[in-house]
């Protein structure tokens, strides 16, 4: 379900001095590319309803472990899992088939703190491209242990 917020509606929110300022909109995608709206050229924001990341400034360390996105998903013929640690630690990084049978393990290693991502390529753990599907991948960091849904579509 989508809302849809007049972008004179947000800024009240936000700030009520913003109304006597102009800002640019910068978007930045997970392709690495950025796309800048000028105040001007903006009619309506429509925001969505969906669990988003908020980045935070290059150089920070975060202050929880957290399972942040996988993208594309669904996905063909991969995705790549974003997660953050707080401190350095082992991590482990499985997919699981709906069964809870393991089906590949991605990585298992010291990483430093911070954000870091694992690319899945659909694969089992011999190489063989497993069948359309729903995936879980679980990334364990210490004792704590996340999961997401990954949708595999052929």
């Not at 969505?48 to 996105?69: K, M, N, T």
């Not at 991969?78 to 707080?86: A, H, M």
């Not at 990084?93 to 690319?119: K, W, Y």
Request: aromatic share 6%.
């Amino acid at each position: 379900m989508k809302h849809r917020i007049p972008l004179i509606g947000s800024l009240l929110l936000l700030c009520p001095p913003a109304l006597a300022q102009s800002y640019d909109l910068t978007i930045h995608l997970s392709d690495g590319q950025t796309v800048t709206i000028a105040a001007e050229d903006i009619r309506r924001l429509e925001l969505a309803l969906y669990p988003s990341a908020v980045e935070a400034p290059s150089g920070s360390v975060p202050h929880a472990f957290q399972l942040l996105r996988s993208y594309p998903n669904p996905f063909n013929p991969s995705t790549t899992v974003e997660y953050e640690i707080p401190q350095s630690a082992v991590v482990t990084v499985r997919i699981f088939d709906l069964h809870g049978a393991l089906v590949s393990e991605l990585q298992r290693a010291i990483q430093p703190a911070g954000r870091h991502q694992v690319t899945w390529d659909g694969t089992d753990s011999g190489g063989a491209r497993v069948a359309s599907g729903i995936y879980f991948c679980a990334v364990e960091c210490g004792d704590q242990a996340l999961s997401r849904q990954l949708v595999l579509v052929k």
